[in-house]
């Protein structure tokens, strides 16, 4: 089992070309995410998809467009890139559900995939 | 919508200390606060979280804490070992931000033999 990965591991860009970040998981997860992780910032949420078809807006959207076709794959594309998006990229994916336990049964974790380093000159 | 401040964003231990870090957030509505841990090069990886019904929770040498009232949360390291040098991240998921995390910036960790 792979989980969860991502391609390309790193990338070097020019400015005002198009680019799609690719990332699948194998664990049926219904949620996937994408987030940026820049020094100092942390990680900031920039698309979501709840489940497949449906996409969402996270923190920091602009410049980046993402689908969600099926479970598997979430890809995102930078339509015209710029050095400002210059960043470590990683991918995510949990599958919220009750569980039988207590502490208000319910899990969520996110799994992260291994990051793809972009460098927009 | 909710913020996560994070503090310190460094702190050097000795080896067999403890480690505290300290986190928090606006939303009173938030209810799951997960602890990720990210080694060099690496992805975040949880390590523990906590939800809201639970002011404590423990996993061996590590220990979250819960304050609703005051809307803050603890990571505690004991024994602190060199592996335990990591950069660590909080996160808070509310209501308001439609049910994702919302991560903190980060502690980096350094513990020294």
């Known amino acids: 089992i792979a989980g969860i990965t991502q391609a390309p591991t790193s990338q070097i860009l020019a400015a005002g070309r198009r680019m799609t970040l690719r990332c699948t998981q194998d664990?049926?997860?219904?949620?996937m995410y994408w987030y940026r992780q820049d020094l100092g910032l942390g990680l900031r949420l920039i698309h979501y998809?709840?489940?497949?078809?449906?996409?969402g807006k996270g923190e920091v959207p602009d410049g980046y467009s993402v689908s969600r076709a099926n479970t598997d794959d979430f890809p995102l594309t930078l339509a015209s890139a710029v050095p400002s998006q210059t960043s470590v990229y990683f991918c995510a994916s949990s599958d919220p559900h009750l569980t039988s336990g207590g502490d208000h049964g319910f899990t969520d974790t996110q799994y992260f995939g291994p990051g793809t380093r972009l460098t927009v000159l | 919508g909710e913020n996560v401040e994070q503090h310190p964003s460094t702190l050097s231990v000795q080896e067999g200390d403890s480690a505290v870090i300290k986190c928090t957030y606006s939303d009173s509505a938030s209810n799951y606060f997960p602890w990720y841990k990210q080694e060099l090069g690496k992805r975040p990886q949880l390590i523990i979280d906590?939800?809201?019904?639970?002011g404590e929770k423990k996993d061996q040498r590590i220990a979250v804490t819960l304050n609703k009232t005051a809307k803050h949360f603890s990571l505690h390291i004991t024994e602190t070992q060199p592996e335990d040098s990591a950069v660590y991240f909080c996160?808070?998921?509310?209501?308001?931000?439609?049910?994702?995390?919302?991560f903190g910036k980060g502690t980096k960790l350094s513990v020294k033999p």
């Open positions: 664990m049926r997860h219904n949620a």
């Open positions: 906590i939800r809201s019904n639970v």
């Open positions: 998809s709840n489940t497949a078809g449906t996409t």
């Open positions: 996160a808070a998921r509310g209501e308001g931000s439609q049910g994702n995390l919302i």
